[in-house]
DNA sequence: ACTTTATAAATGTATATACAAGCTAATGTT
DNA sequence: AACATTAGCTTGTATATACATTTATAAAGT
């Protein structure tokens, strides 16, 4: 389970506002942010408590807190007489955590392939504005891509994106790399809702998902924050006889 | 606000393990109970850490560790200077929590109405014990309801209850109380799964629904656990057209 | 009557200390 | 070489203490 330590414990909140927030909601926010942005990967150890005591010159107790709530979040794991790990990424994933679809392909060993349909700049429209909570003159990235599981169409994927949050949006491939895995290293998500109904899906949206026009599918319309500025809007089409949504809650 | 504070203090685990368990996590479990139970009503008072202290004869911080995370889990909430109170019981919910369509008709301003199509006991057929990890010829329960939204079937309520962990229920009148209400006090929920996809209902669900044939609906199948043992397992029908899910998620 | 000021109560955070319990690796013994 | 023991580091819990912040209420002043 164990890897090396990472070094820098020094400056570790230096680029973290340093007046308003407690130190373990800071310490919590600093670890957090190291995770969601990739650079501590999952089963990397964490320091341990006493270092994080040397290091910053805290009481353990308030270390213990921010790790402890960290883990009850799920971002951590730790284990008595080890140390403190970060999480695998859907280890008791929290609800309907469906964000990354070639992930969800690959964990069912199913052959993951994406086309993508459309990539473009320009300004939000009034309705793109609401969604994202921006002015209309303001810079977005619209793309409408295509997901396949096993050479069948999973998911029929529009996105809004906010340009200024995700500058490098355009130059991305698709094909490649979801957009959420870029999304996530360009501007952690925070917060987000979904929406989820059943539609008949139009004539051209049956033709992509090559289905017949009497299929239900499942729309998820999803928003998601960054601090308090929306990242991007998406609205993701699922074929009901291929897709269900799972989800698991406690207490 | 405030109401007035409960008074038992004293033997309050006396329905309680006494030895494996952490005393913050027995607090946390007596209260949570309390509530789940109903038997402490939203926006009850609960007593402050000072009352527990004087009554357990713990230290502070042990009691605010059992509020603060009874908190951040939604159960309670507390205003500094105020005191702790139970949570509403939506206010900053979970993922896709609903579970008490009475209630979520009730919060839109809508007029709900019940029909009890059946209701009758009998042995587990073999998928019914699948479903809800019991033997064959153990007792159940069967019934379907029909949830009405001003007058519009909003929800087909197929369920399944084993009917050791809830003995009563058959006894009940569900169209003056969802089931969902009896069996929370009966056997508190303390895990559950759902499944969401989309579908297209049969002629009679159709004709139950009002709706066309070629309307798709949403079909929530959910289990819910109380311990270690699931108390029901139930099939939810809603046309997609009068109904959506909603989920809001952080960190 | 109204405003201001003090006071008390409640939660929020931080620290120091102590001991329990789990895991690993070094050490010692057979 | 194989095994048992021990020491050290880790997290887990519990306590006592201190001070800050927020809120409501009571008292004092105008």
Redesign the pocket.
């Known amino acids: 389970?164990a890897d090396s330590t990472p070094s820098l414990l020094d400056n570790f909140f230096s680029d973290l506002p340093d007046t308003p927030?407690?130190?373990?909601?800071?310490l919590k926010q600093a670890i957090a942010h190291k995770v969601a942005s990739g650079q501590w990967q999952p089963n990397q150890r964490?320091?341990?408590?006493?270092?994080w005591?040397k290091a910053l010159?805290?009481?353990?107790?308030?270390v213990?807190?921010a790790?402890?709530e960290l883990?009850a979040e799920g971002v951590l794991t730790?284990?008595?007489?080890?140390?403190?790990f970060v999480a695998q990424k859907k280890a008791h994933s929290a609800l309907f955590e469906v964000h990354n679809i070639a992930e969800e392909v690959a964990s069912r060993g199913g052959v993951y392939r994406a086309e993508q349909l459309q990539l473009l700049r320009g300004k939000a429209t009034v309705e793109e504005a609401v969604n994202l909570g921006i002015r209309t003159n303001q810079e977005i990235f619209r793309s409408v891509i295509l997901h396949f599981e096993n050479d069948l169409p999973i998911q029929l994927e529009e996105r809004t994106v906010n340009a200024v949050l995700a500058p490098d949006y355009g130059a991305q491939d698709f094909t490649r790399q979801t957009p959420y895995v870029y999304l996530m290293q360009a501007a952690p998500m925070t917060e987000g809702e979904h929406l989820v109904e059943a539609v008949l899906p139009n004539e051209r949206e049956c033709d992509l998902l090559q289905i017949s026009e009497s299929e239900p599918c499942l729309q998820i319309k999803r928003r998601t924050w960054s601090g308090d500025q929306i990242v991007t809007a998406a609205r993701l089409l699922h074929p009901g006889s291929r897709f269900q949504l799972f989800g698991h809650f406690s207490r």
Chains 1, 2 share one sequence.
């Open positions: 389970m927030a407690p130190i373990y909601a800071r964490v320091p341990s408590e006493a270092e005591v010159n805290v009481s353990r107790m308030t213990n807190r790790l402890r883990t730790r284990q008595q007489g080890l140390g403190t």
